[in-house]
Nanobody, 122 residues
Framework: QVQLVESGGGLVQAGGSLRLTCAAS????????MAWFRQAPGKEREFVAG?????YYADSVKGRFTISRDNAQNTMYLQMKSLKPEDTAVYYC??????????????????WGQGTQVTVSS
């Protein structure tokens, strides 16, 4: 059974940094794309960043966020810097069990974590 568990969220001031971690279990994930999404209150869940053999970022976080993964540890990270109040959301990790393509549509992802709250104060 695939399980994804996020951690590392919290409250931070604007301009600050956080690192999110997604621990995966249940199978080997090295051949599949993984991604971070986020959902703010009253808004749709949106793509943030994805990683397979390459990386891809939403324009809103490009240059501020860095996604990475450690396949030996089945772990994915999201380093977030220069955080803004508009980054406030619940952040979710996900995996697409259909190869290494990084999809930006949430319906292409098969498993999701429970989410971790990130709150950026102004």
């Amino acid at each position: 059974q695939v399980q994804l568990v996020e951690s590392g969220g919290g409250l931070v001031q604007a301009g600050g940094s956080l690192r999110l971690t997604c621990a995966a279990s249940g199978r080997t994930f090295s051949n599949y794309a993984m991604a971070w999404f986020r959902q703010a209150p009253g808004k749709e869940r949106e793509f943030v960043a994805g990683v397979s053999w390459s990386t891809y970022y939403a324009d809103s976080v490009k240059g501020r966020f860095t996604i990475s993964r450690d396949n030996a540890q089945n772990t994915m990270y999201l380093q977030m810097k220069s955080l803004k109040p508009e980054d406030t959301a619940v952040y979710y990790c996900s995996i697409a069990l259909r190869g290494g393509t990084i999809y930006t549509a949430r319906n292409q992802y098969d498993y999701w974590g429970q989410g971790t709250q990130v709150t950026v104060s102004s």
